[in-house]
C-alpha cells in the first residue's frame, strides 16, 4: 500500500479524544490488552504520531513503521501496569525512540555494506575504487542498496533477492536495475 494514501486515511480516521485523560485510560487499557482500548487509541493517535515519524526521518513508510512498531509494543505489554503521567507525551517519546533506533539500524547497515565492499580486496587501487563505489552505494535507498548488494556481491537470481525481500522476481530486477543506475550516473559525475 502507498504511504501517502495510507496516512491520507489516517487523517480522515482519526478521531478527536476529549483530553490527556481520555488518552491515559486507552493507554492504560491498551496496555492491560484491551483490544478495543487499542484500537480507540490507535484510531484517536495513530495520525499525529505519524506526522511527527515524518516530520522527525523524513520518509512516509519509515513512519509508518515507526507508528506500527508502537502500537505493536502496546499490543505486546499485556497486563503491564506502567506509571504515565501523560498518554500524549508517552506515546510522542515512544515514536521519537522508534524512529532513532531506524536511523540507528538503517546507518549500521550502511556502515557495514561499505566496509564489506572495500575489505573485499586486497589490491590498493581497486580497494580505492572498491571505497569509491562504497560510499556511493551507501546513498541508494536501502530496497535498491539491497538489491544491488545480493546480486553482484552476493550473485544471487532475481527469483532469490524477489525471495529474500518478499516481492515479486519482476520487483527485485526492477530494483537492481534503478540501483545499477542510480550507481553508474554517480559514478559518471567523478569521484568525491
Known amino acids: ?45 495513530a495520525a499525529d504520531l505519524w506526522a511527527f515519524a515524518l516530520w522527525r526521518g523524513g520518509d512516509p513508510e519509515a513512519a509508518s513503521d515507526a507508528v506500527q512498531t508502537v502500537f505493536c509494543r502496546i499490543a505486546g505489554a499485556r497486563g503491564t501496569k506502567e506509571r504515565i503521567r501523560s ?5 510522542f517519546t515512544a515514536v521519537r525512540r522508534a ?12 556502515e557495514l555494506d561499505a566496509q564489506l565492499l572495500v575489505a573485499s580486496d586486497d589490491d590498493p587501487e581497486r580497494r580505492a575504487e572498491a571505497a569509491a563505489v562504497s560510499r556511493r552505494l551507501a546513498r ?25 525481500a518478499g516481492v515479486p522476481t519482476f520487483t527485485a530486477a526492477s530494483r537492481y536495475r534503478r540501483g545499477i ?9 567523478g569521484a568525491r
Open 87 to 91: 498518554a500524549r507525551a508517552w506515546l
Open 1 to 45: 500500500m502507498d504511504p501517502v494514501p495510507c496516512a491520507e486515511a489516517l487523517l480522515a480516521a482519526a478521531e478527536p479524544v476529549a483530553g490527556d485523560e481520555a488518552l491515559a485510560a486507552l493507554l492504560g487499557a491498551a496496555l492491560a490488552g484491551g483490544v478495543e482500548a487499542l484500537e480507540g487509541l490507535y484510531r484517536a493517535m
Open 99 to 110: 524512529v532513532v533506533d531506524q536511523a540507528r539500524r538503517r546507518r549500521r547497515a550502511e
Open 181 to 189: 543506475e542510480k550507481l553508474r550516473r554517480e559514478l559518471q559525475g
Open 140 to 164: 541508494l535507498p536501502p530496497r535498491l542498496r539491497e538489491a544491488v548488494y545480493l546480486r553482484h556481491f552476493a550473485d544471487l537470481s532475481f527469483r532469490e533477492i524477489a525471495a529474500i
